[in-house]
């Protein structure tokens, strides 16, 4: 069942999630359902907040549902390592119609749990780094808005602010 993706503003996305202890019928749906709204949207990582549930939950599919192989569900996620730098530009589905180049570490170690609650670690590079680390971010409450500096920062929150002024957002 897609689930809708909720925006900029919205309280859950400005919080830090709460650890998943479940791993029944509840859970699994909800994983479900995020896996085909982010195909969906279409994006290649969605964090629980992002459709309204503070769960320690993120997705990711740096392949958009071309390798099924590529399909990544964290439960939990912890970071064990980070190292490097990388520069890209990023997006978010929950702040649609903006894009900002995002300093993230090059390489990222997670380790967590799977969708069954097995324990799962995994090295990435690349976008899959900078995706794992975009996820996390929404885990604790962080957008990558308020990862950029104030000037930035402030122009893209401002044009929020209006678009939802106007019903837009
Ligand atoms: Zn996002």
């Given at each position: 069942?897609?689930?809708?993706?909720?925006?900029?503003?919205?309280?859950?996305?400005?919080?830090?999630?709460?650890?998943?202890?479940?791993?029944?019928?509840?859970?699994q749906a909800l994983?479900?359902?995020?896996?085909?709204?982010?195909?969906?949207?279409?994006?290649?990582?969605?964090?629980?907040?992002?459709?309204?549930?503070?769960?320690?939950?993120?997705?990711?599919?740096?392949?958009?549902?071309?390798?099924?192989?590529?399909?990544?569900?964290?439960?939990?996620?912890?970071?064990?390592?980070?190292?490097?730098?990388?520069?890209?530009?990023?997006?978010?589905?929950?702040?649609?119609?903006?894009?900002?180049?995002?300093?993230?570490?090059?390489?990222?170690?997670?380790?967590?749990?799977?969708?069954?609650?097995?324990?799962?670690?995994?090295?990435?590079?690349?976008?899959?780094?900078?995706?794992?680390?975009?996820?996390?971010?929404?885990?604790?409450?962080?957008?990558?808005?308020?990862?950029?500096?104030?000037?930035?920062?402030?122009?893209?929150?401002?044009?929020?602010?209006?678009?939802?002024?106007?019903?837009?957002?």
């Amino acid at each position: 069942m897609l689930r809708p993706i909720v925006r900029h503003g919205a309280a859950v996305l400005h919080q830090p999630a709460q650890a998943v202890a479940d791993f029944g019928d509840k859970t699994q749906a909800l994983i479900d359902d995020m896996i085909q709204t982010m195909y969906a949207a279409p994006g290649v990582g969605l964090a629980a907040p992002q459709v309204g549930v503070g769960a320690r939950v993120f997705v990711c599919d740096i392949s958009v549902g071309r390798n099924s192989a590529d399909l990544i569900v964290f439960i939990n996620p912890e970071f064990v390592e980070r190292d490097g730098m990388q520069l890209e530009e990023e997006g978010c589905l929950s702040i649609p119609g903006f894009n900002a180049t995002v300093a993230r570490p090059a390489r990222a170690v997670l380790k967590g749990l799977d969708r069954h609650g097995e324990p799962q670690t995994l090295e990435a590079t690349g976008l899959l780094a900078r995706c794992f680390q975009h996820e996390m971010d929404h885990l604790d409450g962080t957008l990558f808005v308020d990862r950029l500096r104030g000037l930035q920062k402030d122009l893209i929150v401002r044009k929020i602010k209006k678009l939802a002024k106007a019903g837009k957002w």
